[in-house]
C-alpha cells in the first residue's frame, strides 16, 4: 500500500502561482511513476503530468505544457507540481496518484491521494 497526501492548494488569481506537494508514505517511493490528474465539476478525471521513478522523464498535458512543472524528491518521498500563469480553466480538484509503470492514462496508477482543491479567479 501507498498512501498520498496532497497539499498546496487554494485560492489565486489568474497568472498567480501555486505550488502542490503529495507527500507518500508506505511501500518503497522510488519504486513507482508519480502523476498528478484534475477533475473539475461535471468533467471526467483528466492527466495534467507524469513523471518517472527517477525523476529523468516528464511528460504534460497540452493544456498546462510550459507553464507546469512535475518534479519529484525521492529522499523526502515527495512529488511536486508547482504551477505558474494559472488560468480560471485550471480550476479543479488535483490528485496524486502512483503507478507501477510510466502512463498518462489513469486507469494504469493504483494508489490515490484524497485531493486538493485549485481555484482560479478571473
Known amino acids: 500500500q501507498v498512501q498520498l497526501v496532497e497539499s498546496g492548494g487554494g485560492l489565486v488569481q489568474a497568472g498567480g502561482s501555486l505550488r502542490l506537494a503529495c507527500a507518500a508514505s508506505?511501500?518503497?517511493?522510488?519504486?513507482?511513476?508519480m502523476g498528478w490528474f484534475r477533475q473539475a465539476p461535471g468533467k471526467e478525471r483528466d492527466f495534467v503530468a507524469t513523471?518517472?521513478?527517477?525523476?529523468?522523464?516528464?511528460y504534460y498535458a497540452d493544456s498546462v505544457k510550459g507553464r507546469f512543472t512535475i518534479s519529484r524528491d525521492n529522499a523526502k518521498n515527495t512529488v511536486y507540481l508547482q504551477m505558474n500563469s494559472l488560468k480560471p480553466e485550471d480550476t479543479a480538484v488535483y490528485y496524486c496518484?502512483?503507478?507501477?509503470?510510466?502512463?498518462?492514462?489513469?486507469?494504469?496508477?493504483?494508489?490515490w491521494g484524497q485531493g486538493t482543491q485549485v481555484t482560479v479567479s478571473s
Open positions: 496518484a502512483a503507478a507501477k509503470g510510466w502512463s498518462m492514462n489513469f486507469k494504469f496508477y493504483d494508489y
Open positions: 508506505g511501500r518503497t517511493f522510488s519504486n513507482y511513476a
Open positions: 513523471i518517472s521513478w527517477s525523476g529523468g522523464n516528464t
